[in-house]
């Protein structure tokens, strides 16, 4: 299997309710391919952990970078799993700046929410912590 995590730049128009609109579609359509993950939106930015099987992860990859709801997608990495971390589709809106400013500090060497910058396990940390106090 394969776990893969990006970030990007949400739209400026992008709200809570387009992202929990996305999510629901996205957890039927990975459900039925065996991808789970999670995802971060905080209203500037997204950061996704995709896992499966590698060739759904890269046709799920493949449509997630043609979307035009976000742009400046950077691909932080990719490593082959045995086990995956995440059991379902989520998603963690984050508007409470303090919670992500304590989970950034103790989990990267950053201040700020800025995913672009993370490392790919500085990412899988803050996803996990996230995912963890949702
Ligand atoms: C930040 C972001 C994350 C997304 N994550 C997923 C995902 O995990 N699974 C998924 O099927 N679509 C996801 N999408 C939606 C896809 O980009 C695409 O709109 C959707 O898969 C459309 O599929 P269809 O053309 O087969 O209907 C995401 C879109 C954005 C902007």
Excluded: W
Excluded at 72 to 79: A, D, F, H, T, W
């Amino acid at each position: 299997m394969k776990q893969l995590i990006y970030a990007s730049h949400a739209k400026p128009n992008i709200t809570v309710e387009t992202v929990n609109e996305l999510v629901a579609y996205s957890k039927e359509t990975n459900r039925v391919l065996g991808v789970t993950g999670f995802l971060i939106f905080n209203n500037q930015f997204f950061l996704q952990c995709l896992e499966g099987e590698a060739e759904a992860i890269e046709a799920q990859m493949y449509k997630i970078k043609e979307d035009t709801r976000h742009t400046n997608i950077k691909v932080l990495g990719s490593k082959r799993i045995i086990r995956k971390t995440f059991d379902s589709l989520a998603m963690g809106f984050i508007n409470n700046e303090n919670t992500l400013k304590e989970i950034i500090t103790r989990d990267t060497n950053k201040d700020t929410f800025n995913p672009h910058h993370f490392t790919y396990d500085e990412a899988l940390h803050v996803l996990l912590s996230l995912s963890k106090v949702m």
